[in-house]
């Protein structure tokens, strides 16, 4: 049976790592390109304060080459570049050898986050080992049955999926907020304190079921 792992890595021999290291952007892996896996094609987007800063960083970096802007939209930029012989520990090939696929990458705050879909939990045992032999530092945020979503797993009450869906629907989770529990419990017709109670076991429920608890 399959399961979905989402888990943070890092590493000096990881693909970038010098221009990373002296930029503070935000890297989001669109797709990769291998007719070559020890030497993928990256295409990702990268936002953050100074573009150009990272762009002459990654020109620098031994660990890339092949850099090409395809488009600027909104303050972000979608780069091509392909990994090079320098890059100590390439990832793709690994996971690929596993049949695992990739669901989700990016980067930000100095570490790798992924998500990505294992054939069974051999695979992934064995994809940790091959991270750890390697020296990469290995972070697992959640794993879960690959035939079931985040939110099927966290078997939410009817109630609490109400209440979490109109929350999120209203702003709630914005930053700043758009409504309050006040308001939400209004539109619900019920008070600020049960309004309060759904969201914390609501949240509770999908923590148990997205993140891997000791």
């Known amino acids: 049976m399959s399961i979905i792992a989402g888990y943070a890595v890092r590493s000096d021999g990881l693909v970038l790592h010098e221009a990373l290291s002296r930029t503070g952007v935000r890297l989001e892996l669109e797709r990769t390109v ?12 990268v936002e953050g304060d100074d573009l150009d800063a990272f762009d002459a960083a990654a020109h620098d970096d031994p660990t890339v ?3 090409t802007v395809l488009s600027e939209v ?7 570049m392909r990994v090079t012989d320098a890059t100590e ?3 793709y090939p690994e996971w690929v050898s596993l049949g695992a696929e990739r669901l ?10 992924a998500r990505a879909r294992f054939p069974d939990r051999q695979a992934f045992a ?10 990469v530092e290995f972070r697992l945020k959640h794993l879960y049955n690959g035939e079931r979503t985040a939110a099927d797993a966290a078997t939410l009450t009817l109630e609490q999926r109400e209440t979490l869906k109109l929350a999120y629907e209203r702003g709630y989770f914005e930053v700043p907020r758009r409504v309050t529990t006040s308001e ?5 017709g019920l008070s600020d304190q049960a309004v309060s109670e759904r969201l914390r076991r609501g949240y509770a429920r999908l923590v148990e079921a997205t ?3 000791e």
């Open 184 to 188: 939400l419990a209004a539109e619900l």
């Open 211 to 213: 993140v891997q608890l």
């Open 89 to 91: 520990i390439v990832l």
């Open 126 to 135: 064995a994809y940790r080992d091959f991270l750890s032999r390697n020296d």
């Open 34 to 45: 291998a007719t070559d896996p020890e030497r993928p094609s990256l295409f990702l987007w």
């Open 74 to 80: 909104d303050g972000k930029r979608l780069y091509s």
């Open 104 to 113: 989700q990458a990016y980067y930000v705050d100095g570490w790798w986050h």
């Open 65 to 67: 080459t092949d850099i």
